[in-house]
């Protein structure tokens, strides 16, 4: 007669516990996208899912913390941009690094809405105008626990169109189409 174990099966310890599944980060970031607005500060929050050690995909947003703002003679206007994409990324080293670079592919659509205050004889007006930015980042990832790390970024965009501002009938400032970027933040991984 043959005996039968009596000791339960118990898991080992996870086979990889630093390929997290759910990623979430915010943290601030600037753009500029024009010599004439000058650089925008922004919060950006990202959530991403891991579907392999070294590739995610994440839906991001960046959302403007304070307007930029344009003068000339014939007023100002306050200029924001809101960024919302999506972003295809791979690490280049293991999950299991201290320190390892990303690089993403993202698609992003850019609301850029103006908000002009006239000087006398002129009319201020509001507009809101959507363009689509392939965007290319490059990232560097450092872990501080199993579950928490700190990024820093840099970003370039190309918009597919070239919204602009005008004050009266004269152009006076361009958004992109070429775009630069920089930020910082916390990611926090998830089972």
């Not at 995909?57 to 306050?78: H, I, K, M, Y």
Request: net charge positive; aromatic share 6%; proline share 7%.
């Amino acid at each position: 007669m043959g005996r039968r174990s009596r000791h339960k099966h118990h898991p080992g310890p996870r086979q990889n516990p630093s390929a997290r599944r759910l990623r979430v980060a915010l943290g601030p970031a600037l753009l500029l996208a024009s010599q004439e607005i000058g650089p925008s500060a922004h919060a950006q929050i990202a959530v991403g899912y891991g579907w392999t050690r070294r590739i995610a995909s994440r839906a991001f947003l960046l959302v403007p913390v304070v307007a930029s703002t344009l003068r000339r003679n014939e007023g100002s206007a306050e200029i924001r941009a809101t960024v919302a994409g999506l972003a295809g990324d791979v690490d280049l080293l293991s999950p299991e690094d201290a320190w390892r670079p990303r690089l993403s592919a993202e698609l992003a659509v850019v609301q850029l809405r103006t908000e002009g205050r006239a000087a006398p004889a002129y009319l201020g007006q509001k507009d809101t105008v959507y363009v689509a930015m392939p965007i290319a980042r490059a990232a560097l990832v450092g872990r501080l626990t199993p579950w928490m790390g700190l990024t820093a970024d840099l970003l370039g965009g190309l918009c597919l169109g070239r919204p602009y501002v005008t004050f009266g009938e004269r152009r006076v400032a361009t958004w992109g189409p070429l775009v630069a970027g920089a930020g910082i933040g916390v990611q926090f991984e998830i089972d």
